[in-house]
């Protein structure tokens, strides 16, 4: 009996010793190498990484700088836009709602909102608040961004355009991610909370978890301390960008937090919602954001096994590797960053940078996740950089060809003068087009500081360069009916909206 006590505690030593020693080699031994490798070779300034096990911090750290040309480093406390990773809080929110008996995930949204109005009057009528936090709307993903990105558009405007769009698809037939599905969630929590969206994320989730820097408007961030600057890449070259007012889709997107703060986030995420002992939302709360409510579709993967890809409420979910994966990404003007939990391994992650063309955010993750889960390293970054270069190269080796044709000094089949003038998209307003040194500049009305310049490149064409390099630089096309411009399609780079809009001359 003596020896069977003997052997059962060396067992019960060597498990706990075994289980404990759960930081691998890759995080220990090459992670800082990893990380400035992918920082230079992305050109990105900046970024934090946080790593949470079992409950206990295993990286919490800033690398590089907040912005470009300076010596000011990211360290642990530095703000990052996270973009939408935003969601994650929204559908949290929505869920506490639930679960404080004030509203029911499955209530229709004209119950809390009886001014809104869908195109389509069946619609509006069965719409709920899963569908619209969900992507299950009938919309093509980012449809309808174009109008509200930055846009000069007040929350209660985004809502109403939003209202008037035509679904690409039938209802609840198809995922398409909808940004503005947010804003109606935002104004929901309001009606029922009686409180701001803001306000109400605020005193439910980042007071009680000591998220005490963590800012929920993006004009909060631009005025805060120890913050990073958005940064983008253009003409191959690391530019800084200014901070841009994005509240008009807050829910969605806006909120500004350090990896500090986020480690709180993360350690109540992966312990039942609980933080230093205290239950700051119950866990039927957590498993209400993690029930799947959309199929995204078959996931794929480089290397490894994964089958499924769905959406919850703010999260998305996978399987990869017999685990669950609850995670997202978010990209805003100047950021892109990830958040991946591994709910059955206690394993939290978390990649913040400040530009918006990167893939290391994503391929850092992947890299941590596989040496937690054992898995064989597969140098994610080099493959995922070698795919952006040969885009890259495609896209060089097109603009070039679309600038030989604009050096050839075309000139338009009608009158430049006719392609000048006021123009209308049905939902959105107004453009307008000037002559300005035989080039047309537009301008769009609810879009004050932006600019776009149209040279002509044949065939009723015309490139167009805008002044804010997020939105691209994409080709119009013109049509003309006896003479006389009738109409053209407005383009604006992926990142923001994958649709045209047609604006007819008036």
Known sequence: MKNLSVFLLFLIYFYFNINAQTT??????????????????????GSAVLVVKDGKVVVAKGYGV??????????????FLIGSNTKAFTGTALALL??????????????????????????????????IISHRMGFETFQGDFMYWTS??????????????????????????????????????????????????????????????????????????????????????VVVLPFENIDNLAPCGSIGSSINDLTNWIIAQLDSGRYYGN?????????????????????RHPFNKTHFSLYGLGWGLMDYEGKELVMHTGGVNGFVTSVTLVPEERLGIVVLTNTDQNAFFQSLKWEILDSYLD?????????????????????????????????????????????EGRYKHDVYGYAELKNIDDD??????????????????????????????????????????D????????YVDDFIDFQPYRFYKK
């Not at 167009?464 to 691209?472: E, F, H, K, R, V």
């Open 375 to 419: 898995l064989p390293y597969r140098n994610y970054d080099s493959s995922f950089y070698a795919g952006y270069l040969k885009r890259q190269e495609l896209n060089d080796k097109w603009l070039k060809e679309i600038r030989d044709s604009i050096a050839m000094n075309f000139n338009p089949e009608i009158s430049l003068s006719e392609f």
């Open 279 to 299: 239950i700051v939302f119950p866990f039927e709360v957590i498993q209400r954001t993690r029930k799947p409510e959309t199929i995204q579709g078959r996931a």
């Open 483 to 490: 003479g006389k411009v009738r109409s053209f399609d407005l």
């Open 440 to 481: 047309l500049e537009l301008t769009l009305e609810h879009h004050s500081k932006l600019k776009g310049k149209l040279e002509y490149i044949g065939n009723n064409r015309f490139l167009c360069t805008y002044s804010d390099p997020l939105y691209g630089i994409k080709v119009f096309q013109f049509y003309v009916q």
């Open 152 to 237: 000069d558009l007040t929350d209660d405007e985004v809502i109403e355009k939003f209202g008037m769009l035509t679904p690409k698809y039938e209802f609840r037939t198809k995922y398409g991610y909808t940004n503005a599905g947010y804003a109606l969630a935002g104004k929901v929590i309001q009606k029922v909370s009686g409180m701001r969206w803001e306000d109400y994320i605020k005193e439910k989730i980042f007071n009680p978890l000591n998220m005490n820097r963590t800012v929920a408007l993006s004009t909060d961030f631009a005025k805060s301390e120890n913050v990073s600057k958005p940064h983008s890449i253009v003409n191959g070259k």
């Open 66 to 79: 907040k912005e470009l040309g300076t010596n000011d480093k990211v360290d642990e406390n530095t703000l």
């Open 98 to 131: 639930e679960n404080e008996g004030k509203l029911n995930l499955e209530d229709k949204v004209v119950k809390y909102l009886p001014e809104f109005k869908m195109k389509d009057d069946w619609i509006t009528k069965h719409l709920n608040l899963v569908d």
């Open 24 to 45: 691998p080699t890759f995080i220990s031994d090459s992670l800082d190498v990893y990380v400035n490798r992918g920082l230079e070779r992305w050109q990105i300034p």
